[in-house]
């Protein structure tokens, strides 16, 4: 009931730009039709939540494959998902811009997708395991062959 004297303390941080360059693993040049998504996390089944928040400040241009993250703070991380035809959907992040810079460039090397098939067999006779689960979760295109490493395979 009143006029009350009230004082507001507000922290701001320096902001800059992130510069993201998409490009091919092995000829380093922009990956034709690569979609990029803002994420802000996952959901319990594993989907990219959208970060519209971040989504806004995001000027993309495909044909250079270049993306700019504006106006964002200093230390605040940012996640990214890259997908194109032909390529591995991609995970990235978390990006930061450094404190005390005004902007940061990332290189992100796009690699090939890939399609696991076959069935998983028990003993001598092969016969077919029932009720397996095999989870792949991705596969990481080495720097100079052409042989793809699965890095996480779990089989129940």
Not at 25 to 47: D, H, Y
């Amino acid at each position: 009931p009143g006029d009350e004297d009230v004082e507001l303390f507000v922290e701001t941080r320096d902001r800059g730009t992130l510069e993201v360059l998409l490009v091919d693993w092995r000829t380093g040049r922009p990956v034709p039709g690569v979609k990029v998504l803002a994420m802000e996390g996952r959901n319990l089944r594993g989907e990219p939540l959208p970060a519209p928040d971040l989504t806004y400040r995001m000027q993309f241009d495909a044909d250079s494959g270049r993306l700019l993250i504006r106006d964002t703070e200093q230390e605040r991380p940012h996640w990214l998902q890259a997908s194109a035809p032909g390529y591995r959907t991609t995970d990235i992040g978390p990006l930061t811009l450094p404190a005390g810079e005004n902007s940061a460039k990332h290189v992100v090397h796009l690699g090939p997708g890939a399609t696991v098939t076959g069935r998983i067999v028990g003993g001598a006779d092969r016969t077919p395991v029932p009720g397996v689960l095999v989870e792949h979760k991705g596969l990481v295109p080495p720097r100079g062959n052409d042989h793809l490493i699965a890095y996480r395979t779990t089989l129940r």
